[in-house]
């Protein structure tokens, strides 16, 4: 740039090249040459990005109890719950947290929660923060009990020498000559934790597994019909193939090594024609990887004409084939590896109960398991599977 016009269209050219945001994380340090808008090199000039996520990722780990609050409630007693302030540039308060109702006590011990500490007080520990202690009405209309101004800092102090805010209701303090307070709260713990992020630990070197397992059962169709989720149209795609690609090339720039093992099941495989739920799309047992993205769906090719498709439809064995190696991985010092399986499927599970054993053992282990449903079968399992509606079990 050699004047001062924003337009970029009379400057010179140096050179360009791509990337993807994955690839900048994973290297922390990307050094490329520049090329010419053709594809060759611009040159001898290189361009480097360097990594770095600025972010304040600390929260506060609060344990809060009250006592003696007053009672708002005619029937009964008060459903106190507390709220959260932080104070902005302009001196007005905005709501950073608030907690659970505890129904009908005055001493109400809270659930232990976490506010991030940008959002309390921008990680200044001196910034004012105010407390309000409400009693809950079903109406909206909940009645204020108490209230305190503190900083962080303070809340630190409280939690370590037990240290009680008193919560005071200013309209009330004008009434009564006497007032003292509405009830006191105590602060049983004020912990100031990092709580680390995906790109921490990407870039700490923790490396991503990335599996994929496709669906062969017989009620995908027949692969030489074009009635078939397994066909492969004129322009060389399938719902399977677009589901390998959306998902793997997100996943392979945070793989260095870029293999990547990739399995069948539900199918009759040869030689012997028996039904298998875990076998290598290469079939290679020894050496089931694939090279990139690219190389599942060249093995997916090879293995369709190969195999019989059969059923049923069993997820199990290969969950449980991946959690093997997240068992091994959490043993290890360091959270170095991370596994994740990408389940392809066109329909209904057939070894449910297993297959939520399978998920809630994992669960338990670094890593994750994403299912895409292709075609237009009832997904409603996989649903439940997912755990929106309420923590996952496993069947008695």
């Known amino acids: 740039i050699d004047n001062k016009t924003i337009d970029l269209s009379d400057d010179d050219f140096l050179g360009e090249f791509q990337c993807t945001l994955g690839q900048i994380v994973s290297n922390r340090k990307l ?32 344990e809060v109890e009250a006592r003696k609050l007053d009672n708002k409630d005619f029937f009964g007693k008060s459903d106190p ?77 409280a939690s370590q020498n037990s240290t009680e805010f008193e919560c005071v209701n200013v309209k009330k303090k004008e009434k009564k000559k006497n007032y003292k307070n509405s009830g006191t709260l105590r602060v049983k713990l004020c912990q100031i934790v990092k709580e680390y992020t995906f790109l921490d ?34 322009n060389g795609l399938n719902e399977y193939l677009m589901a390998i690609w959306s998902v793997g090339m997100v996943v392979q720039d945070y793989d260095s090594d870029k293999l990547f093992p990739a399995f069948g099941f539900g199918a009759q495989i040869p030689p012997n024609w028996q039904v298998s739920h875990e076998f290598p799309l290469n079939f290679s047992a020894d050496n089931p990887f694939c090279s990139g993205v690219q190389g599942i769906v060249d093995a997916y090719r090879n293995c369709l004409p190969q195999v019989k ?11 449980n084939h991946v959690a093997r190696f997240g068992a091994a991985a959490a043993q290890q010092p360091a ?4 596994y994740i399986l990408l389940i392809i499927t066109d329909g209904v599970i057939t070894d449910l109960d297993d297959t939520r ?15 895409i449903g292709v075609g237009g079968a009832d997904f409603t399992a996989m649903e439940f599977l997912d755990g929106d509606d309420g923590v996952l079990r496993s069947p008695t």
């Not at 090199?41 to 361009?47: D, L, N, V, W, Y």
């Not at 991503?208 to 169709?221: M, Q």
């Not at 959270?335 to 991370?338: G, K, L, N, P, R």
């Not at 054993?357 to 299912?371: C, D, F, G, H, Y």
């Open 31 to 62: 050094t490329r040459p520049l090329l010419l808008r053709n594809g060759r090199p611009a040159g001898k000039g290189t361009i480097t990005i360097f990594a770095e996520e600025v972010k304040d990722n600390r929260m506060i780990n609060f």
């Open 309 to 319: 498709l059969y059923g049923p439809t069993n997820f199990s064995p290969i969950i």
């Open 335 to 338: 959270a170095s590896q991370y």
């Open 81 to 157: 719950y507390l709220e959260f302030y932080k104070q902005t540039d302009d001196g007005k308060w905005q709501m950073a947290h608030r907690t659970e109702v505890i129904k009908n006590n005055l001493n109400p011990t809270w659930r232990p929660f976490k506010i991030p500490l940008h959002s309390l007080c921008n990680a200044d520990l001196q910034k004012p923060v105010k407390v309000d202690c409400y009693d809950y009405d079903d109406d909206g209309s909940h009645d204020l009990i108490g209230s305190f101004e503190t900083n962080v800092e303070k809340l630190q102090e």
């Open 201 to 234: 630990f990407i870039m700490g070197g923790c490396q991503l597994n990335f599996t994929v397992g496709v669906d062969f059962t017989g009620s995908n169709g027949d692969p030489r019909s074009p009635d078939s989720l397994h066909h492969i149209s004129p």
């Open 357 to 371: 054993r399978a998920i809630v053992n994992a669960s338990k282990l670094p890593m994750s398991i994403i299912i």
